[in-house]
């Protein structure tokens, strides 16, 4: 069993930075490719960024390009997520997410997921 814990969320003003954290824990981490996803009130989750085992790939949503860094830490088991330039259409509920393959992470398959966290951005 994999055990994927977020971190860090909250409520910034718009043009604010944030910085989220999974904590993953139960089994190898360096075996999974990780990715963050978001999700709005109604609708279903959408991929924002993923990373291979080893961070040799990494993939972003549009929107987000330019503005949010995905990075691992092996040695820490650990991913986190860089937001910067925050704007009102990236508030919401952010998970964390394992999965065997990277294929199947950017295709929103995955393995093990977090709670969420909420990230809330203001005018």
Do not use: H
Request: charged share 15%.
């Amino acid at each position: 069993q994999v055990r994927l814990v977020e971190s860090g969320g909250g409520l910034v003003q718009a043009g604010d930075s944030l910085r989220l954290a999974c904590a993953v824990s139960g089994r190898t981490f360096t075996a999974y490719a990780m990715g963050w996803f978001r999700q709005y009130p109604g609708k279903e989750r959408e991929l924002v960024a993923a990373t291979s085992w080893n961070s040799g790939r990494t993939l972003y949503a549009d929107s987000v390009k330019g503005r949010f860094t995905i990075v691992r830490d092996n040695a820490k088991n650990m991913v986190s997520l860089q937001m910067n330039s925050l704007t009102l259409e990236d508030t919401a509920v952010y998970y964390c997410a394992a999965a065997q393959t990277f294929s199947r992470v950017v295709t929103g398959g995955g393995d093990y997921w977090g709670q969420g966290t909420q990230v809330t951005v203001s005018s």
